[in-house]
T-cell receptor
């Protein structure tokens, strides 16, 4: 079974631009969540989707948005990029959200550098 | 959300057992204890989880204190590949969310 796939692996953008990151979950997984990892703040939850609906959102500005498609694939978008948005963006998929017993399976992330 | 406390770093020798502690004194009755690890240049990887009883799987064992205020992840024979940051996380099984709150974790170094 293929794991969680994130594309692209690396990305370099300029301040003020926008970026879209893609995540393909494990086949059959309907829940997708996104995390930002920086050296200073560690791993922080961005948002999660289940069956195309956003179920939970972290404490990030509105410049960060996401969506999920009917095939469970997900994208996240960051508009008006700032230097502080440089980070590793991780996507995780899971079978379900109920019971908190479904482990999360993470991709290896997209490394975004904003210059 | 209930918090966990872990040592910042630990060292082990290859092929020796490693005991990674985690304190979670404010754990609620509906919180599961989950462990993930993150190897260099990779996303986090699920290791094990438990509620009250000790748990074993092919990767590790989880020992949970009787009062559930602490737990220990046990790697029976550390290998160089086990060098990673280990995160202890509480997840409310009553909540319909996959939001994980990561702390700073424990950086495990394994010496050959």
């Amino acid at each position: 079974k293929a794991g969680v796939t994130q594309t692209p692996r690396y990305l370099i953008k300029t301040r003020g631009q926008q970026v879209t990151l893609s995540c393909s979950p494990i086949s059959g997984h309907r829940s997708v969540s996104w995390y930002q990892q920086t050296p200073g703040q560690g791993l922080q939850f961005l948002f999660e989707y289940f069956s195309e609906t956003q179920r939970n959102k972290g404490n990030f500005p509105g410049r960060f948005s996401g969506r999920q498609f009917s095939n469970s694939r997900s994208e996240m978008n960051v508009s008006t990029l700032e230097l502080g948005d440089s980070a590793l963006y991780l996507c995780a998929s899971s079978l379900a959200t109920t019971g908190s017993n479904s482990p999360l399976h993470f991709g290896n992330g997209t490394r975004l550098t904003v210059t | 959300d209930a918090k966990t406390t872990q040592p910042n770093s630990m060292e082990s020798n290859e092929e020796e057992p490693v005991h990674l502690p985690c304190n979670h004194s404010t754990i609620s009755g509906t919180d599961y204890i989950h462990w993930y690890r993150q190897l260099p240049s990779q996303g986090p990887e699920y290791v094990i989880h438990g509620l009250t009883s000790n748990v074993n799987n092919r990767m590790a064992s989880l020992a949970i204190a009787e009062d559930r205020k602490s737990s220990t992840l046990i790697l029976h024979r550390a290998t160089l590949r086990d060098a990673a940051v280990y995160y202890c996380i509480l997840r409310d099984y009553g909540g319909a969310t996959n939001k994980l709150i990561f702390g700073t974790g424990t950086l495990l170094a394994v010496q050959p």
